[in-house]
Structure formats: C-alpha cells, structure tokens
C-alpha cells in the first residue's frame, strides 16, 4: 500500500463499455493511503484539488504526494493477465514447430519440473514478476508447478514485489511423465491444500476478506488429460468447500478434444467433464476454448465460467483461432491471456494486438466482418474483461470512485521536428530517453495515438506502474 | 563507405539454405574499405589474424579497425525490406477495421498527397529511414509517392544516412483521386523519368554499373486498377529500355482482384495483366501475392518474378494469409515486407515472427504442417531471400567472400542470478544497459537463443548496424 494520499493528474483513458473508451482530460483521481480510488473530478488541476478535493476528503495538504501525466502522456488501468505459466517463462519464444501435446512434454514439463529447485525457482519467478510488472501488468492468474515449496514461494514474490495475484499449484495424476506428477489424487489435494493455507497466511487482509488479498490461491488442475476423475471431482469439491477460484485449460486444440472424448466417454463434451466434477463454476478461468461446440459455449455462459483468450499461443502453437466475438455474443466473459510460454510474449499489449490480428484470420476463415475486434475492443478485455475474469470486477479495470488504483502511466515517443533520433543520440541532459518503436508526430488524434500504442507499444511506453496504490515498477530515467 | 579496413571477431550466424542456419564461433571476417568481405577465418581471433590474414591481404596492421562481438553476442546480416511505403510511416497502426481499398481512400491517399510539402517529406523520410535503420533494416524497397521532389528527397535520404535503397516514385493516372494522380500517362512517364535521373545522379558509382549504386530508381506503378492500360505499357516499355528494377501489388485481397477483373477484361489474370505489359519480369518485385491462381504462380516462377510476404499488413487489413511454402516450391523467389503502412510495424523482425504466425494459419485453414514456416526459414527471407528479391543475391545476406559488409550486431538480455532487472535499476556505472524483452538465463542453446530473439527480439538487440562496411546506427551507450 502507498504511505500517503496520491492525487493523480492529466488525461486518464479507460474502457466505458466493450467498444468505447472513455478519454478524461485535465483529471483529477484521488487515491487514499488503503489504495482505492476515493475521487475522480473532471477539469480539474492541482490548484483546485486542493481548494476543493482536498477538504471535501478530509485530507491534509501536505500530507499528499501528487503525479501529473506529462503533455502527451496518460493513465490507463493496469493490464490483468488472466493465464500464464510462470513456471515456463525460460521458455518463451521456443517451442519449434511442436503443438500442444508434445510440446508438453518436449518443452513445458522438464523445465516446470526443474523448479523444484528453489533457487532456480526463485530467479524465474522474480524475473517473470520483473518483466510482466515492466509492461503494466498489475493483475497476473499464475500456474506454478506440481511442487509446494516453489509455489508456495512465487506467492511470495508476488506479494513482494506487490503484485496482484492469482497462483495455484499445478494438479496432474495422470498421462504425465513419471517424474513430474501427483502419486494419487489424494497427494494432489494434500499438497494442494498446503499450498492454499500458505497463500492464505501471507496476507493479513485474506483472512477476513479473501477478495480483499493481493495474493489469493487458486484450485488447479492442469486439464482434464492430465487429472483422473477422482482427482477433478476432489477438486471440485475442494473448490466448493473453500469458494475459491479455479483455473484450467480447455478444447486448446483438436487432438486435445479428441484424448479428453477417449478418456471421459461418459461426458458428452470437454465442458461436461468440468462440469460434472463441479469444476464448471462462476469462479472458473478457461484458457483457450478455441473450439468449443455451440453447445459447449452455451453451458460455459451458463455456469457464468470466464474465459481467457490467448492469441499469441494459439497461433504459435498452431492451435486455431478463437472465435471472440462469438463468445461474447453468447454472454461468455473474456479476458486476455500471455499463455507463456506456449505464448511467446511477457506483454498483455502484445496479446492484444494479436487479438486484432487473429480475429482478423476467424473473419476469413469463414466468419464475417462481425468477427473482428478493433483497438476499444482489446483494451477493453485487457482490463475490464480481465478483471471479470479474475473475480474482481468493480475493484480493478477502470477509474471510477470505490475502485483500486491498479494503474500505468503511458508515455508515447514524439518524433522532433528533423525526424532524428533525439533519445538515440543522447542529446539533452543526460540522454534522451527511449520512448520506443510509437511514433508521434503531433497531428494525430487521441484515438489514432491509442491505436499507435497498441500496435507498437512496448515496456518503454510503461513509465509507471502501480498496484492498490503503491509503486511497483519505474522505468530507468522517469521521475 | 568505412575510411579504413575493418576485422570483426566472434560469433557469426547465417542462413546456410531455406531451413538451416550456420553458426560461425570464433571466427574472423575482414571487410575492405569499399565495404567488400575478403577474408572469412574460422578459429581465428585478433592475434591469429594479425599474424595471418593482415599480411595475406596486404593489410598495415594499423590502418584496421578492429570490432569485436562481446560474450553472447553475434553479427547477423542485415535484414531486406522489400515492401514499404515511406511515405505512409506517420500512419503505422492506423487503420481501424478497414481494409484495402476503402483504407487507401481514407488513410492513405490523403497522407500520401501532403508529402508534396517538403518539410514535411523531410521529417517523415528522415524518421522512417532512421527507425528501419535502427531495427537492423540495411536495404529498403521504398514507395515514395506521386511527387517527384519528394521522392528524389527521400532518394537523397537514403544516400546521406547511407541505407541501401530502392526508390521508386509511385504511378497512377486512374482510379484516385483528382487531388493526388497523375494527369495521363505521358506525365506519369515523364515525371517518372526525372526522378530516374536524379537518383542515378546521386551516386557516382552508378553510371559505370547500377548494381553497384547504393540507391537505385524503381519503376514503380502502385497497382493495376490505379493504372490505366497505357500507363503500363509505357512502365514495362520504360523497364524494358532502362533495365530498372520494377515493384507493384499483386493479388492483396478479393475485392481488389475482383476489380483488376473488370477493368481489364481482356487479360485472364491479375498476373496476366503485368505481363502483357512488359511488367512481370526478373527483375519485378511483387508485393503480397496473397491468392494466387494456380496458373499464375506459375507464370511468376516462369518469368523470375519475386514476392514481398507481408505477413503483419495482409493480416492488419485482412486481406488473407499468403502460402508462402507453396510459392516456395513453385520456385518463386520470396522475401519478407513490413509493407508499412499497411503494416503496423517498421521491424523485419516482426515480419518474421508474424511469418511465422501466418503461416500457422495458413496450416490450421485447410493446408498442413507443411505450410508452416519455422525460426530459420523466415530468417532466410529476412536476408538471403530479400537480397534476391531486389536484385542483389550473392551481394548481400550472407558472410561470404566477395559479399558486401551489410550487418547487424546482435545482443540479447542476461538473466542476473537473481532474476533482478539491474539495467532497469541503473545499476552499474551509468545504468545498465536496456537489452529488451529477450531474456538468456544461459543454459539456451544457440538455436534456442535465436527463437527467443525471433520471438521477443526488438530494436533494443540491434546495436551496431553497418552497410557497405559504414557504421550507418549505434545505440546510445554501445561502445
């Protein structure tokens, strides 16, 4: 948590619904000391903040820190990254021309078992935390591995470095290699349950409030291959017991369905197998869901399941093309996903762009025009549809009164008056500053410059970073 | 040029054929000060060299400038794009859910036309060679636009920043606006044939041998349906006479195709069309080629004509996913475009790694695994197939004897032991330097090193870029 009072000031832009973002100029947003968004007034600056915002809150003058968004800069909400592996992170970018099922057991499942060493654990997950903090991601849902003491341990770095998290042990009994699995589905649930008890003791606030910690625990199983029955009804049952959230994989791709129709010929779907094992919940996070059936779709709106739509690994692994604005016509609530490493990017900017690229290919690969999601849209799961996901909407996503203050400041480069390279040539005090591959040249519209931003926007954009207030990532150079 | 003979020592990595790359370690490649490669030594370092290489090239030992790739470094060849249009740069990322033709009207042809004034020709040009530069770009197919003192501008450009280039200004007498088209094709020819004299006048290397110029002219009719019948019968006359390169689109999306159709219904392809003409050629650049008859693929291998894949455009402006294996083994000659504009990005590198994504799609929509294109194959059209493509196989794209020095070096991120981001912290003396996304924890083989470069790499990796042995862009505190 932030120390002082924070007013924040300048332009602040935030999605207002799927298709719109709202654009709030000259701004003031008033943060109190536990985090939350306590004012949001329009045309107003640091003057009037304090003839008039200040009192109405009850807050000493100067007992408030303040940050202005410089010309051309804004805030937007933090990213919410609904599915990454931080366990696979060493691995981003290499996975060959496999897909799913070998490159599980090429790639993912001898590195996820490495970390059982702890201190090889504790480097990935500090840089995996580092490198997605860097881009504004403010809200991760985390697979660990099989292991207690390095989940257990990535739980902590998060609440260290202070970013908001969900992490859950990885749940497998079965079609996995013999030494990187649970011996029986009671093992699974044990360890499962230590490592729930340890998440739950490392934030105060957890134990009154679970929706009030930073980091919360989540039930786990890997996917329905990798899970017997026994092992997914326990948690489902666990995942009743405890409330908590859940996440899981599902219809990532075609020999997938196929394995999980061969191994449950009871269900008759993938989504029934979740469903029967009480693993289909309001609380459930799906990564993928790539070729669910009609009627799949239908039951997972119905069960009020999330899903988390991975672009960047669906293509690299030659998965498919997830038909979004299909589900979200059915009422399916969608966030984006990293999916590293079978994603290749640490960005949830870069998962939203290749969210408008690939709902470009369903639009030609049958679909129509009604299948492409622009530049409002992507933002708009980044953040708001992400914090559905997560179970946190109304707390994170947006600037509005009663919210957290999980927040970017973005600053877009200005190409000077000769198109050189100011920042490049160190010209100016001590070096101009690399603002990245944007390119501003003044005439652009705000809109045009979002849309600058999302296309080749990087971690050089993401001056600062802030999780319930307090400030977690500075870019070198920024003050 | 460099001013001296130049010895560069280290890693060297290349692309050996379509799918496999070389991996030169330890090694010496002395380069002339015409720019030229003499001399590739396998275990060689600078003592070696001195002792054998200087005095076998005649060499004064100290007349050399010696640069030496550090640990984990290594020197790439510069990268080709043979499709962009600098004169759209401003507009990267711009272009809503439009796409081709609706999208040249509303953001294009305006953009294009206000380049006339040449300040601002002169800031646009100067930023977009900068940046292409900047991400390792030594050689660039440029479309300039309608006007001639700007396209001679930009020729100029080139030259003086010292990137290898092709300029063409662009050639449209129909189908446009009143605002910005030429008047009739004798204009067109006329105007066309100024810029030719004035970029041949640039460079005295090229009135002995044009292929030794650094910047050479481009006939360059925009497409078909902004062409009248006329038009290109003069251009494929005028290429006839001059033996100039030529670039044009071709096939970018349905309506379009449909369109060439019906303005030219005496031809029986969009292929036939450039043909008839005198405009399908070996030395005729096509850009997208993305739905390609059977029998024009053919007839663009027969007559040597080659293919700019602009994986992020077509995807951007959904236009298709080109079959870039199938063009392949058809014998068609292709290279990679970030086709800027219509492209988000200014990165060949990004191209790439979109090559490879589209080609998965190409793969999941009704073709196979065999369609896909894995790290080295995009990374030979990156290089080796770019240099054919514009006409300068065996000259550039490779470390060989005889080849010109046009390289880049390459630098990836260390993981440190503790997972922390000491660059980002300024740690060291006068900050750490930023490497980027890529992260080597240092157990990643080479391959495995390059994926993650392919995958995570940007502008950040390229720290030294030279063409014809000059030093044409360092990053800020390189040494």
Redesign the interface.
């Known amino acids: 948590m932030a120390s002082k009072n924070q007013l924040f000031l300048g332009l602040f832009v935030h999605s207002k619904a799927l298709d719109e973002l709202e654009y709030l100029h000259n701004t003031a947003v008033c943060v109190d000391k536990s985090g939350t968004i306590v004012a949001v007034e329009s045309e107003c600056d640091e003057a009037r903040a304090r003839e008039t915002l200040f009192p109405r809150l009850g807050w000493e003058p100067n007992e408030v820190d303040v940050v202005c968004a410089r010309e051309g800069q804004f805030f937007f909400p933090g990213f919410i990254d609904t599915h990454l592996h931080a366990s696979q ?2 691995n ?6 496999s897909t799913l099922l070998d490159w599980l057991n090429t790639y993912t499942f001898p590195m996820e078992a490495s970390l059982a060493n702890l201190a090889k654990a ?6 995996v935390i ?2 997605t903090l ?1 881009h504004g991601t403010t809200c991760a849902a985390y697979y660990a591995t099989v292991d207690v003491p390095s989940t257990n341990l990535l739980a902590d770095l998060c609440f260290s470095h202070g970013q908001r998290a969900l992490v859950g042990r990885v749940c497998m009994d079965q079609l996995s290699p013999d030494y990187y699995r649970d011996a029986s589905p009671r093992d699974s649930v044990a360890a499962t349950e230590q490592s729930i008890a340890h998440i739950r003791a490392l934030d105060p606030d957890s134990h009154m409030d679970m929706s009030r910690a930073l980091v919360r625990p989540v039930i786990t199983p890997r996917f329905a291959p990798s899970c017997s029955a026994e092992l997914l009804r326990s948690l489902g049952d666990l995942a009743a017991e405890t409330n908590l959230p859940i996440q899981t994989h599902i219809s990532e791709n075609k020999p997938e369905i196929e394995l999980v129709a061969k191994l449950f010929p009871e269900h008759e779907s993938y989504a029934a197998v979740y469903d029967a094992t009480g693993l289909l919940t309001d609380r459930t996070i799906l990564a993928h869901a790539v070729h669910l059936t009609e009627k799949e779709a239908d039951l997972v709106a119905q069960r009020g399941a999330k899903v988390s739509h991975c672009p960047c690994s669906n ?2 692994l ?1 998965s ?2 997830c038909p979004v604005r299909w589900l979200l016509a059915k009422g399916v609530v969608c966030g984006l996903g990293t999916d590293m490493s079978g994603g ?4 949830v900017l870069e998962a939203a ?2 969210a ?2 690939v709902s ?2 369903v ?3 049958g679909g129509g ?1 009604g299948d ?1 999601l ?2 409002e849209e992507v933002l708009y799961l980044a953040t708001r549809g992400g914090a559905e996901v997560v179970g946190l909407r109304g707390k994170v996503g947006g600037f509005e009164v009663g919210m957290e203050w999980d927040a970017q400041l973005i600053g877009l480069g200005m ?1 000077a ?5 100011r ?4 010209e100016g005090q001590g ?1 101009g500053e ?1 603002d ?4 501003v ?1 003044g005439w ?1 519209s705000w809109p ?1 410059r979002i ?6 926007g ?3 954009n993401t001056k600062k970073v802030w999780v319930r207030g307090r400030l977690v990532h500075q ?3 920024e003050w």
């Open positions: 992170y060493p981003v970018g290499i996975f060959g021309n504790r480097r990935v997950y500090t840089r580092r490198k860097s293509s690299a030659t498919g093309a290749y990017s640490p960005s762009r290749q408008v690229l470009r290919h639009a030609m690969g025009d492409k622009g530049v190409v008056d000769d198109g050189e390279d920042a490049q040539q160190g070096g690399d990245g591959d944007v390119d040249f652009e045009e849309a600058k931003w999302v296309f080749n990087d971690d050089r870019r070198k150079g």
